[in-house]
């Protein structure tokens, strides 16, 4: 596993062998899934089941400890590493919660990911099970005729026998970006942010637009800043439920916020010294990143350690 910087973002690392060649080969699945050593993540709803294992966690189950969850709706290959295969399955029906010895544990992603209560890799694929499982789960009727479709290519693709149409997951793209001015990056925050934080603007990338098109378009819409060169820092994961954040720095070209109040409550220029008191939790006026599970907490990350692109200051680029 390569640590670039998107391999350090929350659910970023995931070492699996997605065996996209062997999806089709029905036999060889049927192998997989079959194998004792073969393990098992459970979901039920959007949370994922858990076992306690020593003092720790455990998100993986056996071929029986599955089983003895209940039935499951869909099924779908993850890929494989060194200790063997990895299936996502998701629960016919949700699992009460209760505090019965030997029950299940049920964990939100967000909560997990926050709480570093399990490895870096496995939160990885628990992303990877969530996103797709929740495609799977508004999705079981073809779009272009409505007949219902059924599961094929080990879960990576919905079929319609009806009218032969084929259905694959959807990614949605998002980009997220630091707005930089020399000595001062531009941040926002929304209603629902916890108090005192402030983060990267970010928005939905539409259709026919390439990431810087959308970095400035939504930089001049959300805040009112125009926006000249762009440059990509990372990518995450985001199974919230199924995008993909794209990370970039980006410069100022112009001055005065014009918040976009339907969008945020709030925009301002921050310094390289404040974006480094909030770091060390002293800055004066409160103010705080968001957590280190985001990608916005790694762009602010390296603005604040001067790691940002070198772009002309707004000075510079005025003249």
């Not at 490895?119 to 799977?136: D, E, M, N, R, T």
């Not at 770091?279 to 001067?306: D, M, Y």
Request: net charge negative; charged share 20%.
């Amino acid at each position: 596993m390569t640590h670039d910087a998107s391999a350090r973002t929350g659910y970023g690392e995931n070492p699996l062998d997605r065996l996209g060649m062997a999806r089709d080969d029905a036999d060889f699945v049927s192998h997989l899934f079959k194998a004792p050593n073969t393990r098992h993540i459970a979901f039920s709803g959007e949370i994922p089941l858990l076992r306690e294992e020593g003092s720790g966690l455990s998100a993986w189950f056996s071929g029986p400890q599955a089983q003895a969850l209940g039935s499951f709706s869909d099924v779908v290959l993850l890929g494989s590493d060194e200790g063997g295969a990895v299936f996502a399955r998701q629960l016919s029906q949700p699992v009460p919660e209760t505090a019965q010895e030997g029950a299940p544990l049920q964990i939100d992603l967000r909560s997990l990911a926050v709480q570093g209560r399990l490895p870096a890799a496995v939160l990885g694929q628990l992303a990877q099970a969530k996103s797709i499982l929740h495609w799977h789960a508004r999705h079981g009727f073809c779009a272009q005729c409505g007949a219902r479709t059924a599961v094929t290519s080990a879960g990576w693709k919905r079929s319609c026998a009806a009218c032969g149409a084929h259905h694959f997951p959807r990614t949605d793209p998002v980009v997220i970006m630091l707005v930089v001015d020399g000595e001062r990056c531009l941040v926002g925050r929304q209603s629902r942010f916890n108090p005192g934080m402030y983060s990267a603007l970010a928005g939905f990338v539409e259709p026919g637009e390439t990431i810087e098109a959308a970095v400035r378009r939504e930089v001049a819409e959300e805040a009112g800043i125009a926006v000249g060169q762009v440059t990509y820092y990372a990518s995450q994961p985001w199974p919230f439920p199924a995008s993909l954040m794209m990370g970039c720095f980006a410069q100022a070209l112009s001055d005065d916020i014009i918040v976009e109040r339907k969008e945020l409550d709030d925009a301002r220029w921050l310094s390289r010294s404040e974006v480094q008191a909030m770091f060390a939790g002293r800055h004066p006026q409160g103010l705080v990143t968001p957590n280190p599970i985001a990608i916005a907490w790694h762009l602010l990350k390296a603005f604040a350690e001067g790691r940002e692109p070198s772009f002309p200051a707004l000075t510079e680029a005025r003249g």
